[in-house]
């Protein structure tokens, strides 16, 4: 299915739904890419600034995936990995329900290409493997959500009293 960039523009078209659905999602990538280019830091790897970048993110995320099938654990963990980093998104407006949503047009995307939707077994595999990874990206996230909601809690920010 990723001859001829076919994939790269299933990714395309699920982002685009995606925004479709979630006006917000446009504003969060250029809010991310607009603080993102003001660090000074190196980014390994390299900082997903636009939907573009985000989609050849993605494909990639699934070959590995898709290769790495005996090392399904490894490949899980860093699914998870990738939810903690978008909470850091939840201030610019990026929620659980996005990961969520982008599950939902992915199974839909995916499973009407005539390549998979004419094959059960193939259905079945591609629903179970875009579940699998939406779970674990909202895993990673809600996790990561909550551990920087405890550490607000912690620092609550300064308060001044009324009089002084």
């Keep these: ?9 299933l990714m395309e078209k699920i982002f685009r739904r995606l925004e479709n659905k979630c006006p917000d999602m446009r504003s969060i990538f250029l809010t991310t890419a607009f603080v993102n280019s003001l660090s000074r830091e190196r980014q390994s790897p390299p900082i997903v600034k636009t939907e573009y970048d985000h989609c050849k993110c993605m ?3 699934f070959e590995r995936l898709i ?5 399904i654990n490894e490949q899980l963990t ?6 903690e980093k978008h909470a850091q998104m939840a201030e610019s407006g990026f929620t ?3 990961i969520e949503q982008f599950g939902e047009i992915s199974v839909f995307i995916i499973g009407s290409q005539d390549v998979v939707k004419f094959n059960h077994e193939t259905v079945k595999a591609w629903r179970l493997l875009l579940a699998c990874v939406t779970d674990e990206m909202k895993v990673g996230f809600d996790r990561m959500t909550r551990i ?5 809690s ?8 009324a009089g002084n």
């Design 67 to 71: 290769e790495n099938l005996d090392k």
């Design 1 to 9: 299915m990723n001859s001829g960039g076919t994939f790269l523009k």
């Design 96 to 98: 659980g329900v996005m």
């Design 78 to 83: 860093i699914i998870r990995h990738y939810g």
């Design 154 to 161: 912690c620092n609550p920010p300064a308060t001044t009293v």
């Design 148 to 152: 920087n909601g405890r550490r607000n």
């Design 59 to 61: 494909v990639g995320i």
